[in-house]
């Protein structure tokens, strides 16, 4: 099974500072990867989806974005925070191959933008 | 449209049996899933259900009617590390998934 590696796990950012959270996948290769963010008490909202080295697709337009520079790597970004970017942000992979698989999911980390 | 729906918060006592419910509707639809999230971790994979009729895997069962738009996950012998939350998804025609916001379910002695 894959293993899904975050990074960092937690991250108090003042409001305007830059934002660059990191996300790598063992176990498998060209996998679909995924930013999701979940506020507290809510469900997992989509936020970028990429199937390919360099290729993003945006769900929700807002002032992050996304890069995927290698093949398991994918990285989730802003130039300036905002207070509503706070969340817990989840990298999750799955199998290409597999259009119905499960999710695999990182361990998440929880920004707080002060 | 994306339309997917679940209790916020459930109760149950150790050792008994509880049903957690989820209602969807949707145009597209290609299985659906529940995942289980302990507090401040990421979600877990539990189950997928694409046709009709119950899956069982332990303690843990799944249900789904297509034609109802309707699952159930069913937690037997209940034990207090299964105090989380338990996401149900769907997924769209797109093969992307489709969130509920989650029922915590609290486990009592």
């Known amino acids: 099974s894959q293993t899904i590696h975050q990074w960092p796990a937690t991250l108090v950012q003042p409001v305007g500072s830059p934002l660059s959270l990191e996300c790598t996948v063992e176990g498998t290769s060209n996998p679909n990867l995924y930013w999701y963010r979940q506020a507290a008490g809510r469900g997992l909202q989509l936020l970028f989806y990429s199937v390919g080295i360099g290729q993003i697709s945006s769900e929700v337009p807002q002032n992050l974005s996304a890069s995927r520079p290698q093949d398991r790597q994918f990285i989730l970004s802003s130039k300036k925070l905002l207070l509503s970017d706070s969340g817990f942000y989840l990298c999750?992979?799955?199998?290409?191959?597999?259009?119905?698989?499960?999710?695999?999911f990182g361990e998440g980390s929880r920004l707080t933008v002060l | 449209g994306q339309n997917i729906d679940q209790p916020t918060e459930m109760t149950a006592t150790e050792g008994a049996i509880v049903q957690i419910n989820c209602t969807y509707q949707t145009s597209g639809f290609n299985g659906l899933f529940w995942y289980q999230q302990h507090a401040g971790e990421a979600p877990t994979f539990l189950s997928y259900?694409?046709l009709d009729g119950l899956e069982e895997k332990g303690r843990f069962s799944s249900f789904l009617s297509r034609s109802k738009g309707y699952s159930y996950l069913l937690l037997k012998e209940l034990q207090m590390k299964d105090s989380a939350s338990y996401l149900c998804?769907?997924?769209?025609?797109?093969?992307?998934?489709?969130w509920g916001a989650g029922t915590k379910l609290i486990i009592k002695p």
């Open positions: 999750a992979s799955r199998d290409r191959a597999l259009d119905t698989g499960e999710l695999f």
């Open positions: 998804a769907y997924m769209d025609s797109n093969y992307q998934l489709i």
């Open positions: 259900n694409v």
